[in-house]
């Protein structure tokens, strides 16, 4: 049983337009989520997070929303840059055992087209 | 870039021979997990560890152990491989089991089982 789930396994947009990256949740002991990003033959690198406190966290082109009443954040990143062209997998986290070990989403495939 | 270093990178082996998985790291951190990345089912948590010694099952533990004989070191093994344990396998590491601390990903090993 997926406790995140990100629908959309792929998604294309047009340079200088805003990306939006989808992902739910089921779990409501989840209070901590993240967005990674991986390019091919490389490991997945953090990119942005958001404690469940919080509805919106901005870092320079990407902005991570967070609905808790829907259990769905979205990651947009605006303008896009082909640079961004990616695997993006969302990731969500509660305290258990002592630690906030994070269960990911099936990822997102970004092409953003110049 | 985190201080990891995953070996080999590429493995091919048969079924039945037992494998078996280094991740070494620079950085110190307490905490290593291995992950395995399959299409269709995004980054599933196999084995972590919290320190020397201490290691704890994930959700896809089944025909993996672990060891931790010190700190920057990291073994995956699978006793007996089997085709289905043909994947990408990442260890990540991070500095404490808070919020604050993302998980900082090696670049993978790709292991096929003939």
């Known amino acids: 049983d997926q406790q995140v789930k990100q629908n959309s396994p792929s998604l294309s947009v047009q340079e200088g337009r805003i990306s939006i990256l989808n992902c739910d949740y089921t779990?409501?002991?989840?209070?901590?989520f993240l967005w990674y990003k991986k390019y091919p033959a490389e490991g997945p690198t953090f990119l942005i997070s958001?404690?469940?406190?919080?509805d919106k966290n901005e870092d320079g082109r990407f902005t991570v929303f967070l609905n808790k009443s829907a259990k769905h954040l979205s990651l947009h990143i605006v303008p896009s840059q082909p640079g961004d062209s990616a695997v993006y997998f969302c990731?969500?986290?509660?305290?258990?055992?002592?630690?906030?070990?994070?269960?990911f989403g099936r990822g997102t495939s970004l092409i953003v087209h110049p | 870039d985190a201080g990891i270093t995953q070996s080999p990178r590429h493995k091919v082996t048969e079924t039945g021979t037992p494998v078996t998985l280094r991740c070494h790291q620079t950085?110190?951190?307490?905490?290593m997990y291995w992950y395995r990345q399959d299409p269709g089912h995004g980054l599933r948590l196999i084995h972590y560890?919290?320190?020397?010694?201490?290691?704890d099952k994930g959700e896809v533990s089944d025909g993996y152990s672990v060891s931790r004989s010190k700190t920057e070191d990291f073994l995956l093994t699978l006793e007996s491989a089997t085709s289905s344990q043909t994947s990408v396998y990442f260890c990540?590491?991070?500095?404490?089991?808070?919020?604050?601390?993302?998980?900082?990903f090696g670049n993978g090993t790709r292991l096929t089982v003939t």
């Open positions: 990540a590491i991070s500095q404490n089991p808070g919020q604050n601390s993302p998980l900082h």
């Open positions: 779990n409501s002991m989840f209070d901590y």
């Open positions: 958001i404690s469940s406190i919080k």
């Open positions: 990731a969500a986290s509660g305290l258990s055992g002592g630690s906030y070990i994070p269960t």
């Open positions: 950085e110190n951190h307490r905490y």
């Open positions: 560890s919290y320190g020397v010694k201490d290691t």
